[in-house]
């Protein structure tokens, strides 16, 4: 009968109890439903949607024991909570997560027997929560939080920039999976859930994890459309590693920061240009990242981003080399910064990089500044570790750095101590 309904209404399971005769037991019975209806006397359990302020990709439920429900308590801990993870707002396919403090072994293995034929609805312990991240973005959450010794393993060594999750790698404490991920390695790691994320084909991407479905949690923050939103995704992990009310505390923090910068610090005339040569093609920065939707809140024009050419999904703003040069001649002399988002750390390794760049030096640019202050030994930036987590920061050093493009003074520039952006000469 449940997978019935389960086949009628598609819908994910939550969970109902159901006490048995004078033992005190409870029966095994997982019932379909919504999440409202699961606030019952029947269920003896009370939910609660906590609020998001800008996330729409997640959601925390937290469920505790009605006072006059069942004396539930010996199989259900005082507090849990549901998340749910879902891959876009308009797409109904998403992940629902029972997130449990099961230091008791006694009650962590009623709990995996009393739940394990609950269709769709995975049960996480947060006490034993071992973590193989796939994305630098990841590492930079669980930072915050202080929970990177839950990390067992990462994609590539390249890609973190997290100088203790590099002495683990160095000690074997942390393994490396590559690309697509190892499951041997994954296994050998002793990490027991994956944190991923999708863009086109799990299968491809996450080669034989795919396959490891009940331990996959993928994490969308990258989807959601307001910087804030992804930054808000720290609470995500915060319930997750049973850290979320630090987790809010902190999102407060940045939330307050970002809004006071936001509303203060205005930049007024000037030109900004992003992106860099790719392919003999020119790409601007994507119209939907933090990047540019902080830039243009603080006022910032964007040369070209408005452009009424068709895009391409998968490189939204790109245009071929002679039409970019023809276009950007219309503003010559007018930009005050470029911004190439890539590694170059100097402007001669930029040039280096593709001889077209020295016809840049045409257009009489003041300034060209690039993220790169705290790049590793391996590659890796900090600042894409963190950009989603710290918007704030971002926001804060973005405006320095439009404020300096401005600036008469060269001194400014001279002394400007950002931890990120650093001018390329």
Same mark, same amino acid.
């Given at each position: *009968?449940?997978?019935?309904?389960? %086949? ?8 109902? !109890?159901?006490? *048995?005769?004078?033992?005190? &037991? ?12 699961? /606030? ?29 429900? !069942? ?15 879902? +891959? ?6 998403? %992940? ?11 009650? /962590? ?13 995975? +049960? #996480?312990?947060? $006490?034993? &929560?071992?973590?193989?991240? &796939? ?6 959450? &669980? $930072? ?6 839950? @990390? /067992? ?12 999750? %590099? ?17 041997? =390695? ?13 863009? $086109? ?37 915060? =319930? ?64 070209? =981003? ?10 939204? %703003? ?7 040069? #023809? ?11 470029? @911004? ?19 016809? *840049? ?40 750095? *439009? ?23």
């Amino acid at each position: *009968m449940q997978v019935q309904l389960f %086949q009628m209404f598609r819908v994910f399971v939550f969970i109902f !109890f159901s006490l *048995m005769s004078g033992q005190g &037991l409870f029966a095994k019975t997982c019932f379909l439903g919504s999440v409202e209806n699961i /606030k019952s006397r029947d269920s003896g359990l009370n939910i609660k949607k906590l609020e998001n302020s800008h996330a729409q990709l997640f959601e925390i439920y937290e469920l505790t024991l009605l006072e006059d429900g !069942f004396d539930s308590e010996r199989i259900f801990p005082s507090s849990s909570f549901l998340l749910r993870s879902r +891959l876009s707002v308009e797409k109904t396919w998403d %992940q629902w997560f029972w997130i449990v403090d099961e230091k008791d072994e006694e009650v /962590k293995g009623q709990l995996r027997e009393f739940y394990q034929n609950c269709l769709g609805l995975k +049960l #996480i312990g947060h $006490s034993s &929560l071992n973590i193989a991240a &796939l994305s630098a973005t990841h590492i930079g959450y &669980l $930072s915050q939080l202080d929970e990177l010794e839950r @990390i /067992k393993a990462v994609s590539d060594r390249s890609h973190i920039h997290s100088g203790q999750i %590099q002495a683990r790698i160095s000690q074997r404490e942390v393994v490396t999976l590559g690309f697509p991920p190892r499951v041997e =390695a994954y296994i050998n790691s002793g990490a027991n859930i994956i944190t991923a994320f999708i863009v $086109s084909d799990p299968m491809i991407e996450l080669g034989g994890l795919a396959r490891r479905s009940h331990e996959v949690v993928y994490i969308h923050e990258f989807r959601e459309s307001h910087p804030l939103a992804r930054a808000e995704w720290i609470k995500f992990f915060g =319930a997750l590693t049973g850290k979320l009310e630090k987790a809010k505390r902190s999102y407060s923090k940045i939330e307050e920061s970002y809004r006071t910068l936001k509303d203060l610090s205005s930049i007024d005339n000037l030109k900004l240009l992003t992106g860099a040569i790719y392919n003999d093609e020119w790409h601007l920065s994507n119209p939907d990242s933090d990047f540019v939707k902080m830039s243009r809140g603080l006022g910032a024009e964007l040369i070209l =981003a408005d452009s009424k050419r068709p895009r391409d999904q998968a490189h939204p %703003q790109r245009f071929g080399i002679e039409s970019f040069f #023809i276009r950007i001649s219309e503003f010559a002399g007018e930009i005050n910064l470029w @911004i190439p988002l890539n590694s170059a750390l100097t402007w001669e390794q930029l040039k280096s990089q593709n001889r077209l760049y020295e016809q *840049m030096t045409a257009l009489e640019l003041s300034h060209v500044w690039n993220p790169v202050g705290m790049v590793n030994n391996y590659g890796a930036n900090e600042f894409w570790e963190l950009i989603s987590v710290r918007p704030d920061l971002v926001l804060l050093e973005l405006y320095q750095v *439009m404020e300096l493009s401005q600036s008469k003074s060269s001194f400014d520039t001279k002394n400007f101590q950002g931890r990120w952006f650093t001018r390329l000469k």
